[in-house]
């Protein structure tokens, strides 16, 4: 599986930006995916996550703020995010599950202006 992420960049707090993920080569059979970040100097954690079935999952830092969806069809996960903070200035990486076996992209820096 091959996770192909997009949409990172600088903006300024308050402001919004899409991430986007499309995952290809053998994904019949994956579940979950998501974003996880990471910050310098912290470990990576998880921001928010979305079965095929549409289950959603959020840290609670980004509650109300940000928005996972899925689009099956396309094998592509989206995380929309609002009311960016500067706290919010991470790599984010894209994440999903086949067969137990976790797969991840290649990162794509947001950061955010105060």
């Known amino acids: 599986v091959q996770l192909q992420a997009s949409g990172g960049g600088l903006v300024q707090a308050g402001g919004s930006l899409r991430l986007s993920c499309a995952a290809s080569?053998?994904?019949?059979?994956?579940?979950?995916m998501g974003w996880y970040r990471q910050a310098p100097g912290k470990q990576r954690d998880m921001v928010a996550t979305?079965?095929?079935?549409?289950?959603?999952s959020y840290a609670d830092s980004v509650k109300g703020r940000f928005t996972i969806s899925r689009d099956n069809a396309k094998n592509t996960v989206y995380l929309q995010m609002n009311s960016l903070k500067p706290e919010d200035t991470a790599t984010y990486y894209c994440?999903?599950?086949?067969?137990?076996?976790?797969?991840w992209g290649q990162g794509t820096l947001v950061t955010v202006s105060s």
């Open positions: 994440y999903t599950r086949r067969f137990a076996t976790d797969y």
């Open positions: 080569g053998s994904i019949i059979g994956i579940n979950a």
């Open positions: 979305i079965t095929s079935g549409g289950f959603t």
